[in-house]
């Protein structure tokens, strides 16, 4: 977490020259970016461009250009408080993690959530009802929902397919500076249910120019793939962004290109095949898995799998972009010690799982579903399964991320048959918890791993932010606070009531506070106040409270 939030801080101030498509910025200068498009979160594609706020909340946000709030989303996680703005040229530009809206925007909200009696709520309102003039204030930054800290997360998406679009593309940024390598990286190809990373190699960057120590690569295996280290900057003492666009030329033929430019969310998740950490270094992969996303890729052969046929030297080319066209290389050339075109399977499995067709798998009283396009490779699927003996269950490959949910289903084993509905599922990533049916129990798994099974019978625990002794009474204070912790299975649900009346609170998962603000419509007197709470288990809380008013 301390690396996830002091990276956020690693920003820069850049310079705007002109503006693409009339799309105004969204805060007010300096800007100053802390995130680019694509660049590789631990398990996505980061979706738009992070402006830092300096740890500051509040900053008026603007809209971008003319257009209609189409949509409006509060939530606990996520992008929290979150507007999106339609555009007369096909465009949608998103402005998440805000701390509020704009005084009518917030009114209309506001309305919506008491009528639904949520404080988390998606609305769609009518195109045109809600309008906004570019740079109009629609809100305010914050630090809302799964943020690591006070920033603004901006997106423009494609209003048809909602897949979200580089916005460097859409401003033109000052950026000297062209792509620089840390490393070369090659893959053994040969089993292609197993990608083995071979030999990684420094790069030497002398008078501008990047090579490696040494020009040929002498290879054991003849089907490889590329991969390298990087970064780019906008300029000199900028902070570093992923690369825009790769190229590469076999023998000066045309082999392999790829853009981060329109990455749809639902392969958000292809990062854990795209890019691999060797060491301290992160590669990206320069060739594809079984399953990938088109939209990145815009010329690939054989998958990105140079098959050498021969035991001659051949020249590799690798060409780096950024969004503005600074452009870097690196040549070098390779050669096979010999000429293999089959290797065996690397991993022997319990199963062989097509990664383009349903698999069912059933032995034991265990059973697991994997739908079609949900592994990204083909490949073994090994089970160690000790659920009777010692609540465990291992699914093997660990690092296997899938592109939507595989469902895990076993017979309750005895000890556990009283607890079947509080049964967690947990592995180092993910707590999932079960759907009963009978004595059996199943699960939606987003990764495979190591699992246990864990009883979660305890309630969640409901406290105020300042000791309870201190809150005789609300005047001068302009909110009341609670902490709500769960350790488990999370918090499901959540509501607080005022003299037997539901109130709007604002819940932030993240720090389970759930915080309401004394406004004008807040009773006067005695306030009773109820905080109840359920975790995903069901198991169930509540917490009184009196203050005067």
């Known amino acids: 977490m301390k690396k996830i939030v002091s990276s956020l801080f690693l920003c820069f101030t850049i310079s705007v020259i002109a503006q693409k498509g009339d799309f105004k910025w969204p805060l007010a200068d300096p800007i100053v970016l802390s995130g680019n498009y694509g660049e590789l979160r631990p398990n996505h594609f980061h979706a738009g461009l992070d402006f830092s706020t300096k740890n ?37 530009t998103v402005y998440g993690h805000l701390t509020n809206y704009e005084p009518a925007l917030n009114k209309y909200v506001k309305s919506e959530q008491k009528k639904a009696k949520q404080y988390e709520v998606e609305l769609f309102p009518k195109p045109g009802e809600i309008k906004y003039k570019g740079g109009d204030i629609i809100g305010y930054s914050g630090n809302s929902g799964n943020s690591t800290g006070p920033h603004l997360h901006f997106e423009i998406r494609d209003e048809k397919t909602e897949v979200p679009l580089n916005p460097a593309l859409f401003y033109n940024i000052e950026d000297n500076q062209a792509p620089t390598l840390t490393h070369l990286g090659l893959y053994n190809l040969a089993d292609t249910t197993n990608p083995r990373f071979l030999n990684f190699y420094p ?19 003849n089907i490889i793939g590329v991969a390298f280290s990087g970064q780019d900057k906008f300029t000199a003492t900028g902070s570093t962004n992923n690369i825009y666009e790769v190229q590469i030329k076999f023998d000066e033929k045309p082999f392999y290109k790829h853009q981060l430019d329109n990455i749809p969310f639902d392969d958000a998740k292809y990062v854990s095949q795209f890019s691999q950490m060797q060491e301290k270094w992160r590669f990206q992969k320069c060739f594809q898995s079984t399953i990938f996303p088109r939209g990145m890729y815009k010329g690939v052969a054989n998958k990105g799998r140079i098959m050498i046929g021969d035991t001659n030297v051949h020249k590799i080319r690798m060409i780096f972009k950024d969004e503005k066209g600074n452009q870097s290389e690196l040549e070098f050339c390779v050669k096979a010690k010999e000429i293999r075109y089959f290797e065996p399977p690397t991993i022997q499995g319990d199963i062989f799982a097509n990664a383009n067709e349903d698999v069912l798998f059933g032995r034991k009283k265990l059973q697991i579903f994997i739908p079609a396009y949900t592994l990204y490779n083909s490949g073994a699927v090994i089970f160690e399964n000790t659920l009777e003996a010692s609540g465990k269950l291992m699914i093997l490959p660990f ?11 076993f017979e309750v084993p005895k000890k556990f048959k009283k607890f079947k509905d509080k049964l967690v599922f947990k592995n180092v990533d993910n707590t999932y918890t079960p759907i009963v049916k009978n004595d059996s129990v199943f699960y939606s798994v987003r990764n495979f791993g190591g699992f246990v099974l864990i009883v979660d019978s305890l309630a969640p625990k409901i406290k105020t932010e300042l000791p309870a002794a201190k809150l005789k009474t609300a005047k001068g204070l302009n909110k009341l606070v609670f ?31 759930l915080t309401y603000f004394i406004e004008e419509d807040t009773p006067k007197g005695e306030l009773n106040l109820v905080v109840e709470a359920m975790d995903k288990c069901k198991n169930k809380a509540s917490f009184g409270l009196k203050v005067g008013n």
Not at 399 to 409: E, Y
């Open 56 to 92: 500051a909340i509040n900053l008026p946000v603007y809209a971008a250009k003319d257009g209609y709030v189409s949509r409006i989303k509060v939530s606990s996680m996520g992008y929290g408080k979150c507007v999106y703005i339609t555009h007369a040229n096909g465009k949608v």
């Open 203 to 221: 790069v030497i960057t002398k008078d501008g120019k990047m090579k490696l120590k040494k020009d040929t690569l002498v290879l054991k295996s």
């Open 399 to 409: 690092d296997a991320t899938l592109r939507s949910t595989a469902i895990v289903g």
């Open 483 to 513: 902490v709500i912790s769960e350790e488990l299975s999370g918090i499901k649900d959540y509501k607080l009531t005022i003299n037997g009346e539901w109130a709007l609170a604002e819940f932030d998962a993240k720090s389970g506070r």
